[in-house]
């Protein structure tokens, strides 16, 4: 019936054809004005057939609207059909027919033919009709036949959508009040039906609920067909009952109807039971009400019925069981899974099946949930292992059970099934901890077959949090790590909490691995959560391992089965919608029923859609709070950007080519000069940041150089953890020491620290370090000044540069080794000169390296940080594109020169380092990138 | 409820298209049927899109759609549709391509009087006849699209295309009808065995079908046995016939079926269900099945499988249908059947790996065994395939035959001086729904 395509069809037809149309409606014209009846009637149906394939006929309403007063029903019948179709685009022409309708709708003698004129009459949606058709509607109502009542009952409810505000000028809606009084029991379910139409389009209550109608409705229900039933219970349903022994009585009248074969009615008045349970006092009451539903609604279950039948039931079944479990509590096996069930059928069943699994039944439905294990489909075998991890978490007595099932889903080595298992066991073992480690060894064989990313995640996790029972958990996290890059996101977060898992309770073991996967997740991945979390792990390890430790390994919330069960509110209103859409969608009607209004530009504009509008901003707020995240974030991701992303990666680098062009070596005359009226300012500068500089260092991050399981070298005593860090404090350099005791009953005091012979010839002022005595679990902050007078050592420092110490306590002596920045031996003073510089740089015997730091950062700042850490501004150059270049000097404590050349460039800095020894090449890059990235 | 009803022909051309409410875009029917083929099998009965709800069968290869925008309650669009399709047919005859287009107006007249402003009205055969006006145009005998048009589908209650029934075709509109009513008492078996032939699950779930061609509607009077009971107490035990739940078609009273056990009727025309029932007890399955895996070697299985039939000799099932899946590293399969079977057919279906036995017309007390010969590719061993057989899924029709002993004692036409005795038809029909053993 759509015009445009018809219209398209005739256009794009060849001209032939279109004259064979033409043809044909001039044939029908004919026909038509015949006198035949049998000529018109034929004509007519050909005319709708035409009409009903689409094609545009309504240049014969003319022709066809002439015919109305035919005294013949049949053609008559065709004839409104015709009407009804093409009024609405010709209005005009329909006007012509409403005086026929109007004599119809009084005609004295045929109650059908009157009925008929007044359905007709609604259906054709022209407001310039409505107002004809109101006087006839009026008589309509007040007709001594029940029919012609019953129809003008609906037809008010039809006309209140074309025009609502003459119906309720006209009194109409009165009069419908009024139908509720009638003699006949479909006229007052009819009335029932136009009263709740008009209601819901309204927005406001339109059918009075009380003692009195109700009554009218209980006695109408009785006497009407299944459909006028239906009516009734929806209208029912909505009575709010004054007091228990109403509701009592109401239900009495309603329960019979549920033994009705049809399912609308069974789910009507199984809304009613529902809700009307809700006012009874009386438990024993309220007990045997509720069974009354047990046997009609898995009677709705019967293979009988259609499967989308059953498949309603079941998912209102499913949330009538949740507010009243009591009504299906024995009959589990009408639950269990017929073969020949379609799939969305045997999802649901054990969806309801794990809501009525008990410690008296888990037995049975395991054994039923075993057997679906091994069936074909796969969707609802994975379905089935996880109603029994649900089954497990549901029943703590039972959980063995269900773990023994898992187990044995394990052993089928059935990919899906395996997979599936791992992801159940994972809340098991979260609902569980270490209650069923027995099944580790069988999990730890399925590692190859991991395709789902759940199951892998699920599988990651698990060895994560038992690293301490899995021997090799490093290795498999090593082999899980291999393709870090290529995972997808959940993965990754389960490999990195993993591996810190690992790293935390077996420091030796995963301390290559989570070093290279923190590198690796903040330079190389693109995930922001996943950077924020390994950027988050590196300061907590560089700040306080203990405390990392004590987030990673938190007491997790538990897990309960009720996480799949609804909310009450939602639920209270999803059975106020039993047997509606809202119950199978499980959604409130409102989120599908109301955006189709706004598609449609509805005109029932008024309330309802305000309270939409406050939704719409109540919706508004999460995504407000999100962009105030998401600015969160950005500001996160600005600190954390600069840290340090060291990579020592040699290229053919800019510095080289602006080198070539600038040759520092070959200096023009004229540049000396700039340079050297440059350097006062620089200077002073230098000389105002002096006084803040003491704090204004960069901290060295602490490093952990003794753990608790290392025994000390004399009586093997354990348990002292010792974290520490050369730290550059204005001119001096500090050691500082986080000691912390971990043994349960020894106290260590008395400290004294002694360093190995090193290339720096540093060593501490006094042996004593001033620090009260640790008791266990505490820890203890303390600093040893660090001096350069020490013994000297001919060996050049190695990357890592690290110095052997001995830490002497009460009782018990400990060696180890702390990493050195040479950031920490600058000279505070400057001591290169321009001119020391040039000739340092032609000097032969100087090692010369580029090398790219490959960190975004802001190049005032980049300055600062230098200069604020004795990098001393030598010279600034331009070349002919702009590209700057800029030299730094720094001398060592022992005063070694460092000369640097740096080219700034938006993603990475180029730097060109040269040091009088080779070895000392890595160390000052290492140095730029702490002072860079560090705070 | 519905804004639209409208029914499209296989290939989605629209056949009729009622609009009752026009707030729909007059599109719908275009993306329904773009929608219901996006679906590999058939479409969900129940779909949205832009929020336009669609609840649909499917009847004779057509679509019965209804539209909506409300929370409409989706068992009753269903029921109400499935309503519409049997009044066109008790009217029609039949429900298909040709029949629908043939007699389009009077299924728009049908439609109007059922429903009215998408609510329905009056949906009962009987209740609209004197309303319509149309006579139905019966399609010709021998057309071509008669003879290709498809089967009915199976997605009605129970299929009738093995028992031929008069009843079937007939339109309540011809006026020069026999007098007679056909009652069939319809079983469906549900049986869940283990490998040991133990029954762990059974129900049954039936009906009692009329299909009414009375003149004048007169009211009757069905007694069903007298051991008959209604609602199964706990751990009791007794010899009669005990229904779980039942329910019935709102044109019988059920008043006197407790004292009586008879039910009145006021039979409307054409088909209708009296009265549903459901048995969860124990009762005496007709078939067993007894399967025996021998692991030949590591790469051979024996699959022997012996089926009974426990009922009485003088009954004759009409078909007996076995499925076995098979491993599906099956390399090859040789179903064996007895050397003296006869009407026995067995199949191996490779790319499904299914084999299926298919047995025409079973007496009662009868044996039947097949003898399946699995090799197996090189990657699985016979001990780990082994699991992969089974369950064994059974199909089976067996007429003037019923499980739960339920009978019609007597069917009374309560009308004093009627001098014609209408013919009354009753048969008892017992299929399988889901019957299946476990390896």
């Not at chain 1, 279950?301 to 499913?318: C, D, F, M, R, T």
């Not at chain 2, 030949?296 to 009409?318: M, P």
């Amino acid at each position: 019936m759509s015009r445009p395509s018809a219209s398209a069809s005739t256009s794009s037809s060849s001209r032939s054809s279109r004259s064979r149309y033409g043809k044909e409606v001039k044939e029908l014209q004919d026909a038509l004005n015949q006198n035949k009846i049998e000529s018109k009637r034929d004509a007519i149906r050909k005319i709708i057939d035409a009409m009903t394939r689409g094609k545009d006929v309504s240049m014969l309403f003319p022709d066809v609207a002439k015919n109305m007063e035919t005294s013949n029903l049949e053609l008559k019948k065709l004839v409104y059909l015709y009407i009804i179709n093409y009024a609405k685009i010709m209005p005009d022409l329909a006007v012509m027919a409403v005086n026929s309708f109007r004599k119809d709708a009084r005609d004295k003698t045929n109650p059908f033919l009157r009925a008929l004129a007044i359905r007709t009459m609604g259906c054709i949606r022209v407001k310039l009709i409505t107002e004809y058709l109101l006087d006839p509607l009026k008589e309509s109502i007040k007709d001594e036949d029940s029919y012609v009542r019953k129809t003008a009952a609906i037809c008010i409810s039809k006309l209140y959508d074309v025009s609502p505000e003459l119906i309720e000028e006209q009194g109409l809606l009165k009069l419908l009040e009024n139908l509720l009084n009638d003699g006949n029991a479909m006229v007052v379910a009819n009335a029932v039906c136009a009263l709740l139409i008009v209601q819901e389009s309204k927005g406001t209550t339109m059918l009075q609920l009380n003692p009195y109608t109700i009554q009218k409705i209980l006695t109408a229900m009785n006497e009407c067909n299944e459909w006028g039933v239906i009516y009734c219970l929806d209208a029912l349903a909505m009575y709010i009952p004054e007091d228990g022994k109403e509701a009592e009585a109401i239900l009495e009248r309603v329960s019979p109807r549920l033994n009705h074969n049809n399912p609308g009615v069974v789910l009507s008045a199984c809304k009613i039971m529902m809700k009307f349970l809700d006012y009874l006092q009386n438990p024993e009451t309220i007990r045997q009400n509720a069974l009354k539903m047990t046997a009609p609604l898995i009677s709705l279950l019967s293979l009988g019925k259609e499967p989308e039948i059953q498949y309603v039931a079941l998912k209102n079944i499913n949330l009538i069981i949740q507010k009243r479990p009591i009504i299906i509590e024995k009959d589990i096996k009408v639950f269990f899974c017929n073969f020949n069930d379609p799939i969305y059928i045997k999802l649901q069943k054990l969806e309801v099946l794990s809501k009525l699994a008990n410690n008296d039944n888990i037995q049975q439905i395991l054994h039923e949930l075993k057997e679906y294990t091994q069936e074909v489909d796969v969707e609802f075998v994975r379905k089935s292992v996880r109603t029994i991890g649900r089954c497990a978490i549901k029943l703590e007595k039972a959980a063995e059970k269900c773990v023994t099932a898992l187990w044995e889903c394990l052993k089928t080595k059935v990919n899906y099934v395996v997979m599936e298992s791992i992801i159940v066991i994972r809340d098991i073992f979260r609902k569980y901890p270490r209650k069923y480690e027995m099944i580790l060894k069988d999990l730890c064989e399925n590692l190859k077959s991991l395709e789902d990313p759940e199951a892998k995640a699920s599988m990651i996790w698990i060895i994560g949090e038992y690293v301490d029972t899995i021997e090799n958990a490093d290795s498999l996290l090593a082999n899980f790590s291999e393709n870090f890059k290529d995972e997808p996101a959940n993965v990754q977060h389960q490999i990195l909490v993993a591996v810190m898992k690992l790293f935390l309770q077996r420091p030796n073991d995963g301390k290559e691995l989570i070093h290279n996967l923190l590198k690796t997740a903040t330079i190389e991945c693109e995930n922001p959560d996943l950077r924020d979390r390994a950027y988050i792990y590196w300061r907590m390890l560089s700040t306080d391992p203990e405390l990392a430790k004590k987030i990673v390994f938190t007491e997790r919330p538990t897990i309960s089965d009720s996480s799949y069960t609804i909310e009450n509110e939602l639920l209270d209103k999803l059975i106020e919608n039993i047997g509606n859409l809202s119950s199978v969608y499980t959604k409130k009607p409102e989120s599908f029923v109301k955006k189709l209004r706004d598609v449609l530009n509805s005109k029932i504009a008024d309330k309802i859609d305000d309270v939409y509008d406050q939704d719409q901003l109540m919706e508004g707020k999460p995504e407000d709070y999100s962009d105030q995240q998401g600015g969160q974030s950005t500001v996160y991701e600005n600190n954390y950007d600069t840290s340090s992303q060291i990579q020592s990666q040699i290229q053919q680098s800019q510095i080289q080519q602006v080198s070539q062009k600038i040759d520092l070596l070959e200096l023009d005359d004229n540049q000396p000069q700039q340079q050297q009226q440059q350097q006062p300012q620089i200077q002073t500068q230098i000389q105002t940041q002096i006084p803040t500089q003491s704090i204004q260092n960069i901290r060295i991050p602490f490093a952990e150089v003794l753990t608790a399981n290392t025994p000390g070298s004399q009586t093997q005593v354990q348990g002292l953890s010792i974290e520490t860090a050369f730290q550059k404090n204005g001119d001096k350099i500090v050691l500082d020491l986080k000691i912390t005791n971990k043994t349960q009953d020894k106290t260590f005091s008395d400290f004294g620290i002694k360093f190995n012979k090193n290339p720096f010839k540093l060593q501490p002022d006094t042996i004593e370090i001033q620090c009260q005595p640790v008791f266990p679990g505490q820890t203890q902050i303390a600093q040893s000044l660090i001096n350069t007078n020490g013994p000297a050592f001919e060996e050049p420092p190695q990357m890592p540069y690290k110095i052997q110490v001995a830490l002497k306590t009460n009782l018990d002596v400990f060696y180890f080794f702390i990493p050195m920045s040479l950031s920490v031996l600058f000279s505070s003073t400057a001591s290169i000169t321009q001119q020391k510089f040039i000739e340092l740089s032609q000097a032969q015997n100087i090692a010369r390296k580029q090398e790219v730091l490959q960190i975004q950062i802001d190049p005032q700042r980049m300055k600062e940080r230098l200069e604020r850490n004795y990098f001393f501004l030598i010279g600034v150059r331009k070349d002919e594109r702009g590209v700057e270049l800029l030299s730094y000097a720094a001398s060592l404590v022992n005063g070694m020169p460092l000369l640097v050349n740096v080219i700034h460039t938006p993603t990475a800095i180029n730097l060109q380092l040269q040091v009088p020894h080779p070895t000392l090449m890595p160390l000052l890059y290492q140095a730029i990138g702490f002072i860079l990235t560090l705070n | 409820m519905f804004s639209q009803i409208f029914i499209l022909s296989p290939r989605g051309d629209t056949i009729i298209n009622r609009d009752f409410r026009s707030d729909l875009p007059k599109s719908t029917p275009e993306t329904f049927f773009r929608q219901a083929k996006t679906y590999s099998g058939d479409a969900n009965p129940l779909f949205a899109v832009d929020c336009i709800q669609f609840a649909h069968i499917k009847r004779g290869g057509l679509y019965i759609v209804g539209t909506s925008r409300f929370n409409l309650q989706p068992a009753m669009s269903l029921e109400l549709l499935d309503r519409l399709a049997k009044e066109i047919k008790d009217f029609c005859g039949v429900i298909n391509e040709e029949v629908l287009r043939k007699n389009f107006i009077l299924i728009y007249e049908i439609l109007d009087e059922s429903f009215d402003f998408g609510y329905p009205q009056l949906m009962a055969t009987e209740q609209i006849k004197p309303l319509i006006v149309n006579d139905p145009i019966q399609p010709q005998p021998d057309s071509v699209m008669n003879s290709l048009r498809p089967k009915i589908q199976t997605f009605n209650i129970f299929v009738p295309n093995t028992i031929g029934s008069q009843a079937v075709q007939r339109s309540v509109l011809n006026k020069n009808q026999a007098n007679e009513i056909f009652v069939d008492i319809y079983e469906k078996l549900n049986v869940l065995f283990n490998s040991s032939a133990y029954v762990i699950n059974q129900s049954i779930e039936g009906c009692i079908q009329m299909t009414s061609f009375l003149q004048g509607n007169p009211p009757l009077k069905l007694a069903l046995n007298d051991d008959l009971q209604i609602g199964r107490q706990q751990g009791q035990y007794s010899a009669g016939v005990i229904l779980d739940d039942c329910n019935f078609h709102e044109c019988v009273n059920a008043n006197e079926l407790d004292m009586n056990k008879t039910l009145r009727i006021q039979p409307p025309d054409g088909q209708f269900v009296v009265m549903n029932y459901r048995i969860s007890g124990d009762y005496s399955a007709p078939f067993r099945l007894f399967p025996i895996i021998e692991e030949i070697s590591s790469s051979k299985i024996e699959v022997t499988i012996k089926l009974k039939a426990c009922f009485d000799a003088k009954i004759l099932a009409s078909y007996a249908n076995v499925r076995i899946p098979i491993p599906k590293q099956t390399a090859n399969a040789y179903p064996e059947l007895l050397k003296n079977a006869q009407q026995e057919t067995a199949e191996y279906d490779s790319n499904k790996k299914i084999v299926e036995w298919q047995i025409k017309k079973l007496q009662g007390g009868q044996e039947r065994s097949l003898k399946i010969k699995l090799t197996l590719q090189a990657t699985q061993t016979a001990h780990t395939a082994r699991k992969e057989i089974g369950p064994i899924a059974m199909n089976f029709e067996i007429p003037m035959f019923n499980v739960s002993r339920l009978q019609i004692k007597y069917l009374r036409i309560e009308e004093r001086g009627n001098t014609t005795n209408p013919h009354r038809w009753v048969r008892y029909i017992t299929q399988s729904s889901s019957y299946v053993c476990r390896i």
